[in-house]
């Protein structure tokens, strides 16, 4: 008689890094949230939990939360050959269990790509309560109207970093918020990173990261008694005519379908809809 191997569930570690990195990268079943930050930088993070049987790890789930409040799934991954489902059912319930015996932990949240996961998320418990819209500019179409006031831009420094994070973590809610280590990584990897200051205070900013096509505008925030009087529009300006500068043949930028100020921004400066949006989903920890 053949011995069953029963699948145990544990935390990850960091000998699991080859076999991870092979999971995610040759497997079918892979959901990978976007982010300036890669999945296995997760590693030393909790949750992180994976599905072993025998010496095959055929399934990861990845959510530590950064913010502290919102615990992103960055990872799911199942190896082909398992069950998706029964995957997701062995190793949320372990993550969530963590989250919950965390502090300050309110929210779990996702953009799944793929209906397989967001069937998975619905019999869960969480919930559609928003969608995330694609834009896109071209190379080609006309530079939005030049800016009538004059708003002081000028390059984003390491030193601007805390009162970005505070413009950050005011204009948006909490589940959308950064971390300031996010913020830190986010401004490394940016191609183009601006502020305005006006009175020796930094009260918007912009972070662009480069894509094949050309660029997009990943972060574009003003301090809330600072908006209405240009400084995004000037941002957003300033943004698309240094891309065209470099040439770029297309820059992209999303929201949320919720957030109708933005979205007027975008399109009021020549940004089409792309046709593409995707679900936001949540569920609530606490």
């Known amino acids: 008689m053949t011995a069953v191997v029963k699948p145990s569930i544990r935390a990850v570690q960091t000998t699991d890094q080859n076999r991870l990195a092979n999971l995610i990268h040759f497997e079918t079943h892979v959901h990978r949230?976007?982010?300036?930050?890669?999945?296995?930088d997760w590693i030393n993070d909790s949750p992180f939990v994976v599905a072993e049987s025998g010496s095959q790890i055929y399934a990861a789930?990845?959510?530590?939360?950064?913010p502290e409040e919102v615990a992103w799934?960055?990872?799911?991954?199942?190896?082909?050959?398992?069950?998706?489902?029964?995957?997701?059912h062995e190793l949320w319930p372990a993550a969530e269990?963590?989250?919950?015996?965390?502090?300050?932990?309110?929210?779990?949240?996702?953009?799944?790509?793929?209906?397989?996961?967001?069937?998975?998320?619905r019999e869960s418990g969480f919930d559609e309560v928003d969608r995330v819209?694609?834009?896109h500019w071209?190379?080609?179409d006309p530079l939005p109207d030049k800016p009538k006031r004059k708003v002081p831009i000028r390059s984003m420094n390491i030193d601007d970093l805390s009162g970005v994070h505070h413009i950050d973590n005011t204009a948006f809610a909490p589940v959308w918020r950064n971390s300031l280590a996010s913020i830190q990584i986010a401004y490394k990897q940016a191609e183009i990173a601006t502020v305005v200051e006006i009175n020796s205070n930094v009260v918007g900013y912009?972070?662009?990261?480069?894509?094949?096509?050309?660029?997009?505008?990943?972060r574009l925030a003003v301090l809330p008694e600072y908006q209405g009087q240009g400084i995004g529009c000037a941002l957003l300006y300033d943004t698309l005519e240094q891309f065209a500068m470099q040439g770029a043949q297309r820059v992209s930028v999303n929201t949320q379908k919720r957030n109708q100020a933005s979205?007027?921004?975008?399109?009021?400066?020549?940004?089409?809809?792309s046709g593409e949006d995707f679900p936001f989903y949540q569920y609530t920890l606490d």
Request: net charge positive; charged share 15%.
């Open 206 to 218: 912009q972070i662009s990261s480069t894509t094949p096509m050309g660029g997009h505008l990943a």
């Open 61 to 66: 789930l990845a959510c530590p939360p950064d």
């Open 138 to 140: 071209d190379r080609g």
């Open 263 to 273: 979205l007027a921004l975008y399109q009021k400066a020549g940004f089409k809809l």
């Open 73 to 88: 799934i960055r990872l799911f991954a199942v190896t082909s050959g398992y069950s998706v489902q029964e995957s997701w």
């Open 133 to 135: 819209i694609m834009l």
């Open 33 to 40: 949230h976007l982010d300036w930050r890669q999945p296995l």
């Open 97 to 121: 269990y963590q989250l919950r015996n965390l502090s300050g932990s309110r929210w779990a949240a996702s953009i799944p790509i793929w209906e397989w996961f967001a069937s998975l998320l």
